[in-house]
């Protein structure tokens, strides 16, 4: 039995894998695919018939990636740069959660005879995972949809462009500030100026990476 | 009359587009009828690349875009032409009449079968 909701889900997800077409876009795209299909069956065409023939007049997602990209080729690099400030983002929710949740286990004593490989390994897994659920959280608040289902699938199908961008972007600033960290801990300077540049450290990227992709995406919001 | 190229289609949708908002506000989906009904079919548009060119004459400053809910319970995204955008349809205007005027010389004046 054909279901209009799904098929229109199934055609929206693959217009959000596109990375030329913004969300705006695909909204804007659904609306004009919804007033085909009613158009159409008011002329008497049962709704399968009706989907199809206006997914076809809109054109073939490859087709619409080609003409979107035509019309500005710098939002694919937007998109991107987006991708990567949340890979950073990311990272930075991993590391403070983790040392906080390695704080907790150390300051209670939760775990007193467990190894420090088991802690380690505790430590990092809870914060990765945690990490993953803010950050879907913050994607599910930042891009809003109509239906539950709808935005699970949708977000899923970003998930290839965060690893794609996200992942190897925070890897290479993990690698950098690790490196920078270690220059600082064999510095010849007092403890003071140690415990204000590693405060430094810990609060700037946050903010700086948060404005980022705030900035990212307004400017990807007007351009739609 | 076989198909008109996709050259030209391309190259009038600026003018369309922009002399169908000369008329009023107006959404996607409305302006690809207009332009069916308006040129009897002989331009086939395919619907989605009416959406990179509306955007492409926001971003230039000639239109303006809002969300906006219809009687239907219908959200739209409307486009209106602002006066930077009129201006730029006057000009339109000129162009392609100095070019069908040049065509016309060397054609005649279309015959009327009818």
């Known amino acids: 039995m054909f279901d209009l909701e799904i098929a229109i889900a199934d055609w929206k997800q693959s217009l959000a894998s596109l990375e030329t077409v913004s969300d705006d876009n695909v909204a804007e795209l659904e609306t004009h695919l919804r007033e085909c299909v009613t158009t159409l069956d008011a002329m008497g ?3 399968e018939e009706a989907f199809l023939i206006a997914q076809r007049r809109i054109g073939p997602p490859c087709e619409l990636d080609a003409e979107f990209a035509k019309e500005s080729s710098s939002t694919r690099w937007l998109n991107r740069g987006k991708w990567m400030c949340i890979g950073i983002l990311a990272l930075i929710i991993t590391r403070t959660t983790g040392s906080l949740l390695y704080g907790i286990i150390q300051t209670f004593e939760i775990l007193p005879e467990a190894d420090p490989i088991t802690q380690a390994t505790i430590y990092h897994f809870s914060a990765i995972a945690f990490s993953w659920l803010v950050i879907l959280f913050g994607l599910f608040v930042v891009f809003r949809h109509d239906t539950w289902i709808d935005r699970i699938v949708q977000r899923l199908t970003r998930i290839p462009k965060l690893i794609l961008f996200g992942l190897p972007v925070a890897t290479i600033t993990a690698l950098v500030v690790f490196m920078s960290f270690n220059i600082l801990m064999t510095s010849a300077y007092g403890r003071t100026a140690f415990r204000l540049s590693s405060f430094g450290f810990v609060m700037s990227p946050p903010i700086l990476f948060l404005m980022a992709f705030y900035v990212l995406h307004r400017v990807e919001r007007n351009r739609a | 009359m076989s ?32 332009v069916r009904e308006r040129s009897g079919g002989q331009l086939e548009w395919t619907d989605g690349m009416l959406y990179p060119v509306l955007h492409r004459l926001q971003r230039n400053g000639l239109i303006t875009s809002k969300w906006k809910t219809a009687d239907t319970g219908r959200k739209r995204k409307y486009y209106r032409l602002n006066t930077k955008g009129k201006k730029a349809l006057a000009t339109e205007r000129q162009q392609w009449f100095a070019v069908h005027e040049t065509l016309a010389q060397f054609w005649g004046p279309d015959p009327c079968l009818t």
């Open chain 2, 3 to 34: 198909d008109i190229s996709k050259d030209l289609i391309a190259a009038s949708s600026r003018p369309l587009v922009l002399s169908i908002l000369a008329e009023g506000e107006s959404y996607g989906y409305a302006i690809i009828q207009e």
């Open chain 1, 45 to 47: 065409l049962n709704s």
